[in-house]
Nanobody, 116 residues
């Protein structure tokens, strides 16, 4: 599976940004697409994910501010980020996994910078 991420950029605290991920390739069976965030020197952490059945998970710190949604007909996943905080800053990666496996495919990172 190949993943192409887009969006991100600069945002101000309290503002909003949108990230998009387009998946292609062998996307079959139950699966999930997620967005992970990484800062230099830190581990990559899962921010949000969504399955092909639209079940979602969110990191506690983004609940109520971020929304992930998915269009299965287009194999796209969007992360709508609202009420941004400086701690949301990081390199965001979209990823794919079969539901019974760990993350197997990664897109290129897209940088999100939130200023206070």
């Amino acid at each position: 599976v190949q993943l192409q991420a887009s969006g991100g950029g600069w945002g101000q605290a309290g503002g909003s940004l949108t990230l998009s991920c387009a998946a292609s390739g062998s996307i079959t069976g139950d699966n999930a697409i997620g967005w992970h965030r990484q800062l230099t020197g830190t581990q990559r952490e899962l921010v949000a994910s969504i399955t092909n059945n639209h079940d979602t998970t969110y990191k506690d710190s983004v609940k109520g501010r971020f929304t992930i949604f998915r269009d299965n007909t287009k194999n796209t996943v969007t992360l709508q980020m609202e009420n941004l905080k400086p701690d949301d800053t990081g390199l965001y990666y979209c990823s794919y996994r079969p539901i019974t496996s760990w993350w197997t495919s990664w897109g290129q990172g897209t940088l999100v910078t939130v200023s206070s």
